[in-house]
T-cell receptor
Framework: GQNIDQPTEMTATEGAIVQINCTYQTSGFNGLFWYQQHAGEAPTFLSYNVLDGLEEKGRFSSFLSRSKGYSYLLLKELQMKDSASYLC???????????FGAGTRLAVHP | KAGVTQTPRYLIKTRGQQVTLSCSPISGHRSVSWYQQTPGQGLQFLFEYFSETQRNKGNFPGRFSGRQFSNSRSEMNVSTLELGDSALYLC?????????????FGSGTRLTVV
C-alpha cells in the first residue's frame, strides 16, 4: 500500500529551529517533495530530494534517506509567516502522481 | 510568466447537480494533474493528463472525469454531486509530468455541495 506519515501539528517559537519528519512506504519512488501551504492558498514548492542527503536552500533544508523511507524538513530562524501547513509528497514515477501525507500544521509563536 | 489559473475560485452546488472546473496551466506546460483536498484526507490524486491523454487515474468513482484540450487547458467534471464532494480542488501544472521538472499548483476551486 501507499502510506506517508507526518505529525499533525507542531508549535515553535519565533527565531527557533523546527524539524518536521516524514516517513513513507510507497510502491514506487522517484523523489520526495516538500510543499508549504497557507490557509486558503495554493501549495508552494519548498524542496525536492531524489538522492540521499541534505539539500539546503536558505532557511530551509530537507533530508532524505531512501533506505529508511524517511525525510525531514528543517526550518531555521523561524518567522511568524512560517505558520502554515507543510506537506510531504512522494512522486511515484511509474504512475505520474504525487502521494501526499496529511500535512503538518506548524504554529509559530512570538 | 503567468501561473496556474483555476476558475471559478468558489462554487456552491446542490446535491445531484454536476459541476465543471477549469485549469489553465503555465504556458508551455503539457501535464496537468488534479487533486482533491479535504481536512480529513489531505490531498488525493484524481487524474493526470498529458497532451490530451489521461495517463493515470486515482481511486475515485466514475462520477469524476476530466479532459485536456489541445492548448493544454484542462477541465474536470463531477456529476451527481454528493455532500462528500465538498472540497478544495487543486490542479498542478508541470512541463512533462515527471518529477525532474516539479509541479506548480493553482489556488484551487473551493466547491461546497449543499
Amino acid at each position: 500500500g501507499q502510506n506517508i506519515d507526518q505529525p499533525t501539528e507542531m508549535t515553535a517559537t519565533e527565531g527557533a529551529i523546527v524539524q518536521i519528519n516524514c516517513t513513507y512506504q510507497t510502491s514506487g519512488f522517484n523523489g520526495l517533495f516538500w510543499y508549504q501551504q497557507h490557509a486558503g492558498e495554493a501549495p508552494t514548492f519548498l524542496s525536492y530530494n531524489v538522492l540521499d542527503g541534505l539539500e539546503e536552500k536558505g532557511r530551509f533544508s530537507s533530508f532524505l534517506s531512501r533506505s529508511k523511507g524517511y525525510s525531514y524538513l528543517l526550518l531555521k530562524e523561524l518567522q511568524m509567516k512560517d505558520s502554515a501547513s507543510y506537506l510531504c509528497a512522494v512522486f511515484s514515477g511509474g504512475y505520474n502522481k504525487l502521494i501526499f501525507g496529511a500535512g503538518t500544521r506548524l504554529a509559530v509563536h512570538p | 510568466k503567468a501561473g496556474v489559473t483555476q476558475t471559478p475560485r468558489y462554487l456552491i452546488k446542490t446535491r445531484g447537480q454536476q459541476v465543471t472546473l477549469s485549469c489553465s496551466p503555465i504556458s508551455g506546460h503539457r501535464s496537468v494533474s488534479w487533486y482533491q483536498q479535504t481536512p480529513g484526507q489531505g490531498l488525493q490524486f484524481l487524474f493526470e493528463y498529458f497532451s490530451e491523454t489521461q495517463r493515470n487515474k486515482g481511486n475515485f468513482p466514475g462520477r469524476f472525469s476530466g479532459r485536456q484540450f489541445s492548448n493544454s487547458r484542462s477541465e474536470m467534471n463531477v456529476s451527481t454531486l454528493e455532500l462528500g464532494d465538498s472540497a478544495l480542488y487543486l490542479c498542478a501544472s508541470s512541463l512533462t509530468g515527471d518529477s525532474s521538472h516539479g509541479y506548480t499548483f493553482g489556488s484551487g476551486t473551493r466547491l461546497t455541495v449543499v
